[in-house]
C-alpha cells in the first residue's frame, strides 16, 4: 500500500488524497467542537466541523458515497494504515 499524499493550497486547505477507498472519518475528541452543520441537497451531503481555537473540517459526498471533498482550514489529521481518517482541532488552536 503505498503512503496518502497531502497537498496544501495557498489558503492553507490541506487536502489528502488516499490509495483505496477511506474506510471511516471520526473525530479525534468531540469536545474540541464547537458547530457540525449538515446540509444535503441533490444527492449530495456537506458535513462542515468547526473546533474551539478556529479550524474547520469539510466532508463532501454524493448518495453513492463518492467523496468529492475531505480537509480543512487548518486542522490536524491522521490517516491509518487501514484508511481510516481521524481529523482533530488544529494543535496550535488557543483552547
Keep these: ?3 496518502p499524499n497531502l497537498q496544501v493550497a495557498a489558503d492553507g486547505t490541506v487536502v489528502a488524497t488516499v490509495p483505496g ?3 471511516a472519518i471520526g473525530l479525534e475528541n468531540l469536545v ?3 458547530s457540525h452543520e ?3 441537497e441533490a444527492g449530495l451531503t456537506l458535513h462542515l466541523i468547526r473546533f474551539r481555537g ?3 473540517f469539510r466532508l463532501f459526498f454524493g ?3 463518492t467523496l468529492h471533498e475531505c480537509g480543512g482550514t487548518p486542522c490536524d ?3 491509518t494504515p487501514d484508511n481510516r481518517v481521524i481529523v482533530r482541532a488544529p494543535r496550535n488552536a488557543q483552547l
Excluded: C, K, N, Y
Aim: glycine share 14%; aromatic share 4%; net charge negative.
Design 77 to 79: 489529521f491522521t490517516i
Design 54 to 56: 478556529g479550524g474547520q
Design 63 to 65: 448518495e453513492d458515497g
Design 1 to 3: 500500500m503505498s503512503a
Design 21 to 23: 477507498a477511506i474506510t
Design 38 to 40: 449538515i446540509t444535503r
Design 32 to 34: 474540541d467542537v464547537v
